[in-house]
T-cell receptor, first 111, second 112 residues
């Protein structure tokens, strides 16, 4: 049983560009959340998707958007990249109110 | 914003010793979870303790929760070099829709 998978592993972009990160949840999980982890910090909640809708959102600007597909996989899109968007982006999935399982993350570097 | 704060920020011990990390948080919670992270990789779930529980064990891990003090502790007994990692507490706030709010983490180094 595959756990949460994310792609790509690493990504380098320049300021102003746009990026799309992908996440496949653990089998049987229907809720996907995205977190941003800056170097030396704990992860910060970006948003959560359930039934293809954004259910909750953290304190992130509208440049951060997402999508959930019928197979529960999800994308995180970031527009107009800033240097400060450089971070490890983590996807987590769960079923119901159960434990959240995290993927390995995508390391985004903005130059 | 960070809900919790872990203490200490860094901890260095010898293999075989016990390691204790503490976490404080600010709001009422449904549960509190501890995660481990190796070298900036993904988070590995260690243990979940619910707000109506006071202590929980899993292998070499022991977690306590004091909701009156809004604090939790993680004890790793008989530590191993492989336990070297960053440890984070994360709270699932009451009425928070199951989003997790993480602390700043404790960096544990276990030396041979």
């Amino acid at each position: 049983d595959a756990g949460v998978t994310q792609s790509p592993t690493h990504l380098i972009k320049t300021r102003g560009q746009q990026v799309t990160l992908r996440c496949s949840p653990k089998s049987g999980h229907d809720t996907v959340s995205w977190y941003q982890q800056a170097l030396g910090q704990g992860p910060q909640f970006i948003f959560q998707y359930y039934e293809e809708e954004e259910r909750q959102r953290g304190n992130f600007p509208d440049r951060f958007s997402g999508h959930q597909f019928p197979n529960y996989s999800s994308e995180l899109n970031v527009n107009a990249l800033l240097l400060g968007d450089s971070a490890l982006y983590l996807c987590a999935s769960r079923w119901g109110a159960d434990t959240q399982y995290f993927g390995p993350g995508t390391r985004l570097t903005v130059l | 914003s960070q809900q919790g704060e872990e203490d200490p920020q860094a901890l260095s011990i010898q293999e075989g010793e016990n390691a204790t990390m503490n976490c404080s948080y600010k709001t009422s919670i449904n549960n509190l979870q501890w995660y481990r992270q190796n070298s900036g990789r993904g988070l590995v779930h260690l243990i979940l303790i619910r707000s109506n529980e006071r202590e929980k064990h899993s292998g070499r891990l022991r977690v306590t929760l004091d909701t009156s003090k809004k604090s939790s502790s993680l004890l790793i007994t008989a530590s191993r070099a492989a336990d070297t990692a960053s440890y984070f507490c994360a709270t699932d706030a009451a009425g928070g829709g199951n989003k997790l709010t993480f602390g700043t983490g404790t960096q544990l180094k276990v030396e041979l």
